[in-house]
């Protein structure tokens, strides 16, 4: 038997070597505990390509800690011993090995931290679980900012986060350029044969390719191709991605973070999220090195000042949002939507190209860029009245950044408003239009934006409408919806019944739209 004085278990989204749990790790006497268990696969059905980049980031990982010296006890899928959980892997893992305790860094998931937190009674040693410090705010830190407010507003979290961390600040913590948030700067329209650069390609090396023959075998049935798989799977392919998108994408990326072209699934964003959520990748050096752009002139603020508010900003409140507000968060209905997900969702064919863009991009890649998850498929499930869990699930489920932490309060609360207005101040509704402004979805799509009634009409027309009518109650106070409101009032009657009469038949039509 082997003896060890500590168990040190590393999990799947946690493979940063700063690590909270490795970093009184024993090269003699500690056991480095690694494993792809059947019940973290598939307690929603994750895209095949999500389950490959992390298993193949794990497999590298496992062999970094082993090159620095390290003990580590490496449990793949196939393994005939594997008990398929966390937990059973644990035991296991101490029935082989004489140790007096266990560290883990706390994870991203309620389910999984619930789990955890009654290790210790049944495994009978002592359980430490770490803050985890790779994050900017804690989980503390985000209540006591929270407390006594009335309301939440990410964009006050985000300055005083600015401020503590001394971003794009100048001397007495006024913001460079004299604003805190350039958003207004970052919305133009895509023009006329946009198209992102070509990407960083990464070859697959024996781990990676063993991985997709796995993924392929056991997990025939889940979202997605194995083809034209693209994902950095270690920390040196991922600066490779993070480097190029600092020298050549970043200077464009403010001014079409909201643009959508079809066939352009990337444009000009980072692909970086996938990578900082499982550890490859660490948010404040990301945020260093796009900061350090602009101050070399590099890149322009509105681009530098937009993509540190989605690391600093978005990515540190969702998370507070999720810790301090579950585990009833994950119930939350506020609009009481309950149609069930059509099947487009899975399957990408609909005659709504936008739609089948967003999800085609998303069965293809495991991605999507975040103005089709909140404006195209996000806002169609709120209009359509979907069942937020069913949304929530499917989200979770499709892209390879999504753990429960990040992807529950901006399906829930961003692109449902289904947690009423904790984090967001209004629904982000819209009709065609918008997606017509803001792509190029709408040229030779079967149904037209201008239209809102009608065979031809777009579906996100009427549904519109209907959204705010049938809302009226509970959204009509909102101020920041004032304006729509008073223009459906001043519609005629006769109109508006029209409208939600065809807003009523797409929705009976959902299977075939």
């Not at 278990?9 to 024993?26: F, I, K, M, N, W």
């Not at 350029?177 to 070859?203: I, Q």
Request: proline share 4%; net charge neutral; aromatic share 10%.
């Amino acid at each position: 038997m082997v003896k060890a004085a500590r168990l040190h278990l590393v999990l799947g989204d946690q493979l940063s070597h700063s690590l909270a749990t490795l970093r009184d790790a024993d090269r003699d006497s500690s056991i480095i505990l690694m494993a792809e268990v059947w019940s973290e696969a598939t307690y929603v059905r994750h895209h095949k390509k999500k389950i490959a980049f992390l298993f193949s980031a794990m497999r590298h990982f496992a062999e970094e800690l082993r090159a620095k010296g390290f003990n580590v006890r490496y449990v793949a899928l196939d393994d005939p011993d594997n008990s398929q959980s966390l937990k059973g892997e644990v035991v296991r893992a101490l029935g082989a090995v004489r140790a007096s305790s266990v560290v883990v860094t706390e994870c991203g998931e309620w389910r999984l931290a619930e789990e955890m937190a009654s290790w210790a009674d049944m495994l009978g040693i002592p359980v430490e679980i770490r803050e985890d410090d790779r994050f900017l705010c804690s989980v503390q830190q985000f209540r006591d900012w929270r407390k006594g407010r009335k309301q939440l507003r990410m964009e006050y979290f985000y300055r005083d986060m600015r401020r503590q961390h001394r971003v794009l600040l100048e001397a007495g913590d006024e913001p460079v350029g004299g604003k805190w948030n350039y958003d207004a700067e970052n919305r133009k329209p895509p023009s006329a044969g946009l198209k992102g650069p070509k990407r960083v390609s990464h070859p697959k090396d024996a781990i990676t390719r063993s991985v997709l023959a796995l993924v392929e075998e056991r997990f025939a049935d889940h979202m997605g191709s194995l083809d034209s798989f693209h994902f950095a799977v270690n920390a040196v392919e991922a600066e490779k991605e993070l480097q190029q998108f600092v020298d050549e994408i970043l200077p464009r990326f403010g001014d079409y973070q909201d643009a959508m072209v079809k066939g352009e699934p990337y444009l000009y964003h980072s692909l970086i999220s996938a990578y900082i959520n499982a550890g490859l990748l660490l948010p404040m050096d990301v945020i260093r090195r796009a900061e350090v752009a602009w101050y070399e002139g590099r890149a322009p603020l509105n681009a530098v000042e937009g993509f540190i508010r989605q690391v600093l900003g978005w990515r540190e409140y969702v998370r507070g949002i999720y810790w301090t507000e579950m585990p009833d968060y994950a119930e939350r209905n506020h609009l009481d939507a309950s149609r069930r997900l059509p099947p487009m969702y899975w399957t990408g064919k609909t005659k709504m190209t936008c739609m089948a863009a967003a999800v085609g991009d998303t069965i293809e890649h495991a991605y999507s860029h975040h103005i089709q998850r909140l404006m195209v498929t996000g806002n169609f499930a709120m209009l359509a009245g979907i069942d937020p869990s069913e949304v929530c699930e499917w989200y979770l489920a499709v892209y390879a950044d999504a753990y429960d932490w990040v992807e529950l309060p901006n399906t829930l609360g961003m692109a449902l408003y289904g947690d009423g207005g904790v984090m967001a101040s209004k629904p982000y509704a819209a009709s065609g239009k918008y997606i017509d402004r803001m792509s190029n979805f709408c040229a030779g799509c079967h149904y037209d934006p201008k239209l809102t009634t009608g065979p031809k009409a777009c579906p996100f027309n009427a549904l519109y409408w209907d959204f705010l009518s049938r809302n009226e109650e509970k959204l009509s106070r909102n101020p920041r919806l004032a304006n729509m409101y008073a223009t459906w009032r001043r519609m005629d009657p006769f109109k508006q019944q029209t409208i939600r009469k065809h807003a009523s038949q797409v929705l009976e039509a959902l299977d075939t739209l």
